[in-house]
């Protein structure tokens, strides 16, 4: 039996201030910067060579989609807190943003549930136009990083907290990694929402 | 506190298939990359086939049914499928995996002096995907309609349009591309937290940069791409039309689609990724190329400064590059000045870094091992693959040599005597420490004049038949057009060049294997070499070193003045002059 | 020599100039790999381990390195500015007025070239692609439209007059296809759902270039030169040069072949 | 980070921040009421989403206090977010025309 210990897992490397985890997930937040950066350009390309692009947008539901962006931001909120609460090493305060936040994901994805089956009544179809075509993508790909982020937050939130007692310092470490993606999956509908749902508006 | 892995190493194929070892992944890497590398030259021995042999039946061909060349003769359909898989095979399934995912995952962590990759088990599920990436690309070969069709590029409306084997390769690539994420920040990690005590940025072995660049392109140009992909597959499984035009009419039918869509946007995701992608091929064939020719002239690389800086450049720019593949599109005058300006700028760099490489040979005591001879093979043969790199960036004589045979020559002179010769020698070079054992080099010798004569054969009359304007991708070689009748004999001459080739592996491929078991026995720093992967043992145990390496200078400290031995390894104190 | 690098015999106005410009690269790029090939077959010779055992630690000193690249930084500078962008800016801002040109719609299809004249009224008419039959009407012309009446179209043959500009509207009905013209230095993409111009003035009529080459039966020919399916390769055309009198004969007899047609009747309907 | 196991963490600015999301949601949804025209419509838009994206990144994600390298990594995909976003555009804005 051979044990190997990858240094700097959990402790801070000093001469570059991080760890292992920290960088990793902010260099994977970077490659996603430019998912979505590609994804954008496809947005300006296609709405600035088309003068009938916000075909079909009037249908989009803007309150549905306001309180999904209030959802969210709630989410982003309880989930800085689930952290401060792990660092402070208060359990029962981390289960209950955790689960806030666990939550609020959910009720995100079925108010974006309730939007898409509004969308298909009405066969509006991703085939529909340009503008649905972008909007389908774009809130699916958005939807599939809050499952994602969901997903490995509810492990932190149940099974995985048992590493709150016996190894508080990488669980901690683990909640902030997880809460920096889901932050930045906020950030994303932070600019999807203006730009799908308010701003085809003005431009027809 | 670390977070550790314990393994009771347990032999058999499972328990290395679920490896989370580095040594292992990376040699897995490498042997399924290999293979790969053989599957894409035997795609374009079929190809050269039909280019030599325009409708002539390959004997024992129709073995290969019906839908792709009945009587031994091959479709255009076919052929259209091969191009498209060879390049796709090659650029992705060969050589990023052996290079970046072979050498890289099994070199970096050894020179940086650290026991493993920062996220082992990352590093295990970069492979994975990679393999069954590979696996959907090839079974792609027996979906109705066969595999993709429309390129390596893939431009739509083309690849829209297509049967579904386009539809399994943008998962594939969307296979490829997660894999490549996961590698490349694992990458960057392992090289900035766990380099050894002492290994400051400026001690990292040239190999360790450009692994390290390499990295961050693959980090921040591949996203472009998935994007790319993801809106293909909903072009062609949703319906949508973001890179369809309206009013399309296929063989006399106007296709159902909304339109607004452009297929220039197509153009520029694929090329964001695309360019900079060429030297994700190049860069670590370049560090390879630097740490043989380091350890065979004798003596410390020429201005390591500049070769890093210049690599950092050349990562940068090749971003900003990327439309000189679009010339042709419709480009206004604006935008291609910019283009061209930023490719002839990109030029500098690589003329910088080749000609260190090249004065490093100045003063020198050279060794010629077949290592060696591969790395300095490389040298001129990237000299003209990217000499003839400058007329195409200059949109003017790119007018005439855009997609002709020229481009083809170009990028096979970068990716084949050079790319792929690099990687060559990084085998010969560091199979000792995978292995314990050298490979012949008598079998080396074999191995290396012929490659190094026939491959010449096969891409030097491209440059020609470029130049007369003979365009790519033509299934007949070009027969019926009045410009190609002058060249048209090349076409034999590169295909016999190529089968030469084949042949001119087969004894790598017996001296790969053999050495395994009959080699001669290699110390564990085989080669006299200075960088810390010769301090661990050969092959090195589960976890790298006994005890962590103190680096006490740069990587090159060859011949220093005063000293009895040629070479003082970075583990070794030791006075010299010039401390970084 | 006639034909440097081989590169085709030129037939257009502009051809001369863009040759130059390749050629200038191509001289760059021997002097460098000469230069420095010279440079490495000497060092493998002078400092082989069997003829100099030890090797030096500085290794070399001369700063000459320095001044090559400067050199070649200049060299490429001067191309660019010189010559490239210049060139590029010729090609595509500096078209000549469409009066004094032969104006042309070039429409490629897998795997054919459409191509369309305004005829004599000058006036391309209206198409409409709900009346594209693949056979009788590629193009889906619109012969009710009076400016349509005059219109010549062909498959795959391009007639143009000597020494007189030509102005191209190059697009595509279904996937990108690449317009080149070998002889004529001309390459252009063309994309589906875009109209993309280009200019050029032909300078051998076809009888000289039949002459030159002393070959009864050779052709300019329009070649695909992007990957449009399984047809690429053999999706040529030809082009016809003509003296002025040879073309004008050619639209001539082109009109009485549509007066013909008129009066079969039902044939465009 | 400074941040060490066991001290709480100052919430207060979380809480602000939250309230200044809430407040940016709420104003953009009601400029787009207001039918601007646009131009005008879209940079207001952006803005505001571009001071909450701000916000998000500087206190949630604790950009503010970051290490060095980090935004160093984070100003390349900028950078490149930037010509990616840009050029496109721009080459489809510079066509050949007559
Ligand atoms: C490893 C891959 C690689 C590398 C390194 C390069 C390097 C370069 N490439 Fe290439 N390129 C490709 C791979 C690569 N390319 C591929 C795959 C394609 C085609 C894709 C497709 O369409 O399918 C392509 C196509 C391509 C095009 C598009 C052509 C067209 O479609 O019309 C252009 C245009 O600008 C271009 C330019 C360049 C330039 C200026 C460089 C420069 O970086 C080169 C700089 C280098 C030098 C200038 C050499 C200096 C060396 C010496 C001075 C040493 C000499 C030494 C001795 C003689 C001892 N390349
Ligand atoms: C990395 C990239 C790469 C590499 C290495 C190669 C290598 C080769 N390529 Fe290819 N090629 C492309 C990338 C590459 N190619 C691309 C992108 C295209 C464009 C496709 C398109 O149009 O869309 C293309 C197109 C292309 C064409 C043009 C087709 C056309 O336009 O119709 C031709 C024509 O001859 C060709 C030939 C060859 C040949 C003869 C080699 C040879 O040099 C091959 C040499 C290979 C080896 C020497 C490897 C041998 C491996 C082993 C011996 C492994 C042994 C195994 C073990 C020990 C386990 N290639
Ligand atoms: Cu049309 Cu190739
Ligand atoms: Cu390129």
């Known amino acids: ?82 952290w401060a609460a792990a660092m402070e090493q208060n359990f029962a305060k981390f289960r209950l943003y955790m689960g806030c936040t666990v939550m609020a994901g959910a009720v995100f994805l079925v108010v974006k549930g309730f939007e898409y089956s509004a969308k298909f009544e009405h066969h509006l179809y991703p085939s529909h136009s340009t503008f649905m075509a972008i909007y389908f993508t774009f809130t699916g790909l958005h939807a599939l990083h809050v499952i994602v982020g969901m997903g490995y937050n509810a492990y932190l939130w149940i099974p995985g907290s048992k590493m709150f007692h016996s190894n508080p310092q990488q669980f901690a470490n683990r909640v902030e990694a997880s809460g920096l993606f889901w932050h930045f999956v906020d950030l994303v509908w932070i600019f999807l929402f203006p730009i799908l749902y308010l701003l085809p508006d003005a431009a027809s | 506190m670390g977070e550790s892995h314990a393994h009771h190493e347990k032999p058999g194929l499972l328990a290395s298939w679920f490896s989370v070892d580095h ?52 479709l255009p359909e076919f052929y259209n499928q091969l191009g498209a898989m060879h390049g796709t095979i090659m650029v992705f399934l060969g050589v990023v995996p052996l290079a970046v995912g072979g050498f890289g995952n ?44 429309s390129g390596w590029t893939s431009y739509p409306p083309l690849s829209n349009i297509a049967g579904s084997g386009q539809t399994w390769w943008v998962f594939g690539m969307l ?123 004798r003596k410390p690389l020429y201005g390591y400064k500049a070769l890093v800086y210049s690599v950092l450049f050349v990562g940068f720019m090749s971003f900003i590059v990327w439309a000189h593949h679009m010339f042709i599109t419709g480009m206004g005058t604006m935008m291609s000045a910019f283009f061209q300006t930023t490719t002839m700028i990109i030029s500098i760099p690589s003329v910088v870094i080749l000609t260190c490489l090249l004065l490093s040979l100045w003063g020198a005591s050279i060794r010629f091992n077949t290592a060696m001879m591969f790395a300095l093979a490389f040298i001129p043969m990237f000299g003209i693959g990217g000499l003839t790199g400058l007329p195409l960036g200059l949109a003017s004589s790119d007018i005439h040599l855009h997609d002709t045979y020229y481009v083809i020559g170009h990028f096979h002179y970068v990716v084949a005597p050079g790319t792929i010769f690099a990687l060559f020698a990084g085998v010969y070079y560091w199979y000792p420490k995978a292995t314990g054992r050298y490979l012949s080099e008598k079998l080396g010798r074999i191995h290396f004049w012929p490659s190094l004569i026939f491959i010449n054969g096969i891409f030097f009359p491209m440059l020609i ?86 680096v006490y200078h740069g990587p090159y400290e060859y011949s220093v003045p005063g000293m009895e031995e040629d070479f003082l390894p970075q583990y070794v104190a030791g006075n010299v002059s010039s401390e970084a | 020599m006639d034909r440097p690098l081989g590169l085709p015999e030129i037939a257009s106005a502009h051809g001369a100039e863009l040759d130059h410009a390749t050629l200038l690269v191509h001289g760059l790029m021997f002097v460098m790999f000469v230069g420095w090939g010279l440079l490495f077959l000497y060092m493998l010779w002078k400092f082989r381990a069997s003829r100099h055992p030890t090797a030096v630690y500085e290794g ?19 191309l660019l500015v010189g010559f490239s962008i210049p060139l590029w800016s010729q090609r595509v801002d500096d078209f000549p007025a469409p009066s004094e040109s032969t104006e042309v719609r070039v429409v490629g299809e897998q795997f054919a070239w459409n191509v369309h004249y305004p005829g004599p009224d000058g006036i391309f008419g209206r198409t409409d692609i709900g009346m594209v039959d693949a056979i009788s009407n590629p193009l889906g012309l619109d012969r009710k439209d009076p400016s349509a009446a005059d219109d010549v179209t062909t498959i795959n043959q391009l007639h143009l007059p000597v020494d007189k500009p030509a102005i191209i509207h190059i697009s595509s009905k279904d996937v990108i296809h690449s317009f080149m013209l070998n002889e004529f230095r001309v390459k252009q993409d063309a994309m589906p759902g875009m109209t993309i111009p280009l200019w050029f003035i032909p300078t051998v009529t076809t ?18 030169a992007q990957l449009c399916g399984i047809g690429h390769y053999r999706m040529r055309g030809f082009v016809t040069i003509h003296d002025q009198s040879g073309f004008d004969a050619w639209m001539a007899s082109e009109q009485a072949l549509l007066a013909e047609d008129e009066g079969g009747d039902d044939f465009w309907d | 980070m400074a941040h060490t196991l066991g001290e709480k963490p100052n919430i207060r600015p979380y809480i602000m921040v939250f309230v200044a999301l809430m407040t940016l949601t709420l104003i953009t949804v009601a400029v787009s009421y207001l039918h601007l025209p646009t131009m005008e419509a879209i940079a207001l838009a952006l803005l505001i989403a571009t001071v909450k994206a701000s916000l998000v990144a500087c206190y949630f994600m604790h950009l503010m206090t970051e290490r060095k390298l980090i935004l160093w990594t984070l100003l390349l995909s900028a950078v490149f977010f930037f010509f990616v976003l840009v050029i496109p555009t721009m080459t489809a804005g510079n066509p050949i025309t007559l």
């Open chain 2, 106 to 149: 099994f070199v970096v962590p050894l020179q940086i002096g650290a026991p493993d990759m920062a996220f082992p088990r990352l590093n295990m599920m970069s492979y994975h995907l990679y393999f069954w990436g590979g696996v959907v690309m090839l079974s792609s070969f027996f979906v109705p309609g066969g595999s993709a069709q």
């Open chain 3, 207 to 224: 009888a000289e270039m039949r002459a030159n080459r002393g070959q009864e039966d050779a052709n300019y020919e329009i070649a695909c």
């Open chain 2, 175 to 297: 296979f490829l591309i997660m894999s490549s994420l996961l590698g490349a920040i694992n990458f960057i990690v392992t090289i900035v937290q766990l380099r050894a005590p002492g290994m400051t940025f400026w001690r990292l072995p040239f190999f360790v940069w450009a692994q390290f660049v390499t990295s961050f392109l693959l980090l921040l140009a591949f996203p472009a791409m998935q994007a790319a992909g993801v809106m293909q597959l909903m072009d062609r499984l949703a319906g949508t039309s973001f890179f369809m035009p309206e009013g399309l009419i296929v063989s006399g039918q106007a296709i159902a689609n909304t339109g607004g869509g452009s297929p220039i946007l197509w153009q520029h995701l694929f090329w964001f990724l695309a360019h900079p992608e060429v030297y994700v091929l190049i860069l670590p064939a370049l560090g390879i190329v630097g740490e043989v020719v380091a350890n065979n002239t």
């Open chain 1, 1 to 82: 039996m051979s044990t190997t210990v990858i240094p700097y897992t959990t402790e801070i490397r000093p001469d570059t201030g991080v760890n292992n985890v920290k960088l990793g997930i902010w260099l994977f937040l970077a490659s996603e910067i430019m998912l979505f950066g590609s994804l954008f350009a496809g947005y300006i390309l296609l709405r600035t060579g088309n003068p009938e692009f916000g075909a079909g947008s009037g249908a989009l539901s803007v309150p549905m989609a306001t309180l999904n962006t209030v959802v969210l931001i709630t989410s982003s909120v309880t989930m800085v807190l689930a």
């Open chain 2, 465 to 550: 038949q470029g130049l007369h304007g003979v365009q790519r991708r033509l299934f007949d070689g070009g027969q019926i057009y009045a410009h190609a009748q002058e060249v048209l004999h090349l076409n034999k001459v590169m295909s016999f060049s190529a089968w030469g080739l084949a042949i001119a592996q087969i004894p790598f491929i017996i001296n790969f294997f053999m050495s395994l078991k009959g080699g001669a026995k290699a110390p564990d720093n085989a080669w006299q070499a200075t960088t810390l992967e010769w301090l661990a043992p050969s092959p090195p145990p589960h976890g790298n070193f006994a005890t962590v390496p103190t």
């Open chain 2, 23 to 74: 040594k292992v992944i990376g040699i897995q890497y490498a042997v399924t990359a290999l293979l790969f590398l053989f599957f894409g030259f035997t795609l374009m021995m079929l190809m050269r086939w039909q280019l030599a042999f325009p409708g002539e039946a390959l004997p024992f061909g129709g073995l290969l049914g019906d839908s792709r060349m009945p009587g031994g003769i091959m």
């Open chain 3, 60 to 78: 070399l000193k001369s700063k000459s390195s320095t001044y090559a690249e400067w050199a070649v930084i200049a060299s490429e500078a001067i």
